[in-house]
C-alpha cells in the first residue's frame, strides 16, 4: 500500500507537456534589446521587462486574456545567444533572455544542416503580434492582476511565411524621443552554398537614432562594452585579425593581421540580411585539422582610419565613435590587459566533444549586432556527430 501511495504521489508531481503538431510552420527567436537600470532619472518609467504575444484574444476592455503563444518573462538578452538551448531545463530563474528560451514550445528542426533548435515553431501565416509590460516577478502574465496586464509597448501585425527562420527584435528606434519598436529579419543561412570548413559572420548596426551623438552622460545606464559603450559611427570599417593560443601568450597568425573584413552601416529600420563575410576554421596551418586554439580579434574604425595608423590608445573608452575593439575569446569573459577598452565575447569557432576526439573544433555561421552601447553575438551550428566515451 506504501508503494502505490508513493507512486501516484510521484505521477502527480510530475506534468507532461503535451505539444500539438504545427503544419507549415515558420520558425521565430526573439531578443529584447531594451536594456534597462533603475535609477532617479527613470524610476517613473515601466522597466521593460515583456511578454509576447501572438494573436492574443481581448476581453470588452481591451486587456488580454488568452493567446494563441505567449512568451513570457522576457528579459534583456545575453551577450551571447549559443547555437543550442542553453538556458531550457538548466537555469533556476523565471527570467527568459530570449524566446523560446525556457519556453516548452515544438522547436526548429535541422534544416539543411543547421541545428534550428533555438527556434519556435510557430504557426505560418499573418499574425497580430503584441509586447506587453509586466512587472518583474514570477508570476505567469494571465495570472497577473488586471492592472498589471493594461500596457502595451508595441502592437503589430507580421506575416510569416512557412518553412522559413526569423528573427524579431525589440529594440530603441529613437535615443531622444524614447520611441521603440521592433525590427523582424527573414535569415537566409540555411540557404547559402557555405563550406563547412569556413568560419562565416556577418554584422548588423542596429542602434537608435541619435545614441552615438548624445553625450556620453546620457549613456551611463548602459551595459560596459569597452569603447563600444558610447556607441559607433554609423558608417564603421571592420578588420579582423586571427590570434592563436590564449590572450597572455597570443600570437598573430601571418596572413590574418588587421585584414579588411567589411563594412557597416547603422539602420534599425529596413531589416535587409547584410552580408557573409568568412575565414578558413584551420587558418594556423600548425593545427591538426581537427582541434584549433585560434580566436578572433576585431577593430571598428571609421572610414579612413586603419588598425595600423590609430591616434587612439587601448585605455581609452572615449574614442569619439571613431574605434571599437572586440575580442572574440576562448572563454569570452577573461579581459585582456593589453586591451582594456575592448568589448569581450565568446569565440566564434566552437570547440566540444564529438565522436572520438576532445575537443574537436567547428565552424560556425555568426551574426553580431551591435545596439546602442552593447554588442552581441549569436551563433548557428551544423548538426555534429556526438561523442564516443
Request: aromatic content about 12%; proline content about 8%; some cysteine.
Amino acid at each position: 500500500m506504501t508503494s502505490a501511495i508513493v507512486l501516484m504521489l510521484l505521477a502527480s508531481g510530475c506534468s507532461k507537456v503535451e505539444y500539438k503538431k504545427i503544419d507549415n510552420p515558420a520558425y521565430l527567436r526573439v531578443f529584447n534589446n531594451l536594456n534597462y537600470t533603475i535609477s532617479l532619472a527613470n524610476k517613473d518609467e515601466p522597466v521593460p521587462f515583456l511578454t509576447m504575444l501572438v494573436d492574443p484574444q481581448m476581453d470588452k476592455d481591451g486587456m488580454p486574456v488568452s493567446a494563441a503563444v505567449k512568451g513570457d518573462f522576457l528579459d534583456q538578452r545575453e551577450p551571447y545567444a549559443p547555437p543550442y538551448p542553453s538556458h531550457a531545463g538548466t537555469s533556476t530563474s523565471y527570467k527568459n533572455p530570449e524566446y523560446p528560451g525556457k519556453e516548452n514550445v515544438l522547436v526548429g528542426p535541422v534544416l539543411n544542416g543547421f541545428d534550428l533548435s533555438s527556434w519556435a515553431q510557430i504557426p505560418s501565416g499573418k499574425h497580430r503580434v503584441v509586447f506587453m509590460f509586466r512587472p518583474v516577478n514570477n508570476t505567469p502574465f494571465f495570472d497577473l492582476e488586471p492592472r498589471l496586464k493594461k500596457t502595451i509597448l508595441i502592437d503589430t501585425t507580421l506575416t510569416l511565411d512557412a518553412k522559413e527562420v526569423y528573427t524579431l527584435h525589440v529594440l530603441q528606434k529613437d535615443f531622444i524621443t524614447k520611441k521603440n519598436g521592433i525590427y523582424l529579419r527573414q535569415e537566409n543561412f540555411h540557404k547559402l552554398p557555405l563550406s563547412d570548413s569556413m568560419v562565416y559572420v556577418n554584422f548588423y548596426n542596429m542602434s537608435a537614432k541619435g545614441f552615438q551623438e548624445a553625450d556620453n552622460s546620457l549613456k551611463a545606464g548602459y551595459k560596459k562594452s569597452g569603447a563600444l559603450q558610447n556607441g559607433i559611427k554609423d558608417n564603421m570599417n571592420i578588420f579582423y585579425t586571427l590570434v592563436k593560443d590564449e590572450p597572455a601568450d597570443k600570437v598573430f597568425l601571418p596572413g590574418y593581421t588587421q585584414k579588411f573584413l567589411g563594412t557597416i552601416t547603422r539602420n534599425a529600420e529596413a531589416p535587409v540580411v547584410t552580408q557573409y563575410y568568412s575565414f578558413p576554421l584551420f587558418a594556423d596551418g600548425a593545427s591538426d585539422g581537427i582541434h584549433t586554439t585560434i580566436w578572433q580579434h576585431l577593430d571598428f574604425m571609421a572610414p579612413g582610419m586603419h588598425p595600423a595608423n590609430n591616434p587612439y590608445y587601448t585605455f581609452q573608452y572615449d574614442t569619439d565613435g571613431n574605434w571599437a575593439p572586440v575580442e572574440c575569446l576562448l572563454a569570452g569573459k577573461t579581459a585582456l590587459q593589453s586591451r582594456p577598452n575592448s568589448a569581450l565575447l565568446p569565440n566564434m569557432i566552437v570547440n566540444i566533444p564529438s565522436g572520438i576526439y576532445n575537443p574537436r573544433s567547428f565552424a560556425t555561421v555568426n551574426t553580431i549586432e551591435i545596439v546602442n552601447g552593447n554588442i552581441y553575438l549569436t551563433t548557428v551550428q551544423r548538426k555534429y556527430a556526438p561523442p564516443i566515451y
